[in-house]
């Protein structure tokens, strides 16, 4: 098994000193299991570099949850890359509430990873069909157009600078997770399009499953072969709950090692 990575994306939630408080939480909580599983949180912007520096020196990395494609200039309300660089570890690119909402293409997402992996964050690419496009079965066709155009051109030197999450798009938020059979075979399909771009580094990087991830489902999603972990929403903004996914993927890890 590749070592399991379980980001937390908390989308728009928490003021700064509530975020900061949950962080300092989730530190003591969840530390001991950093030597199994990469732990990774995604705050707000706008309270990263207070997290980060109340998390130095603790295995929980972080991550934003957007950046921009340009380094600096006239884009108001962006965050670049550069910015990032040096402190923050993770950027989160092409979640489907930026490409639904926000309007985020596949030409733009491109350009976007590009910028963050010159700037050495490592970056989690989300890609996913959405409910019209499961039902009418093309979810092969969504998921090869969105992975092949965001990773065009991409040169990767490390297989963890690049993971994939694979997160339908009616799975999130909806309480209805995929089936772990349903993901793991769409999972397949995302690894044989890493062989093709990234050739022998794609049996190394990590293809995470995320749409509903609770502490019921993570057991029957992480003992999948093709799920390398989690990106969790809703239930990273509770403390219990992220840390007993955590918990049943590090279970996961400890039963396949004997
Ligand atoms: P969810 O969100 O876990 O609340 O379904 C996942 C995501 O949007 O990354």
Redesign the pocket.
Known sequence: MRRPLIAG?W?MHFTVPEGLEYALRLRREVERYASAVDVVILPPAVMLWEIANALRGCPIEIGAQNAAWEDQGPFTGEISPKMLAGWCHYVLIG???RRQLFNETDEELNRKLQAALRHRLKVIL?VGETLDEYEAGRTAEVITRQLDAAVYGVELESPIDLSI?Y?PVW????GRAATPDYANETMGLIRRLLEKSFKRLASEMRILY????TPANARSLMEQSEIDGA??????LKAPDFTQIIQATVEVVQSQRV
Request: proline residues 0%; glycine residues 22%; negative net charge.
């Open positions: 994306n989308k979640h489907s509430e989300a999450a997160e799975a999130i938020g909806t995320g749409g509903s991830v990106l969790v929403g809703g239930a990273s």
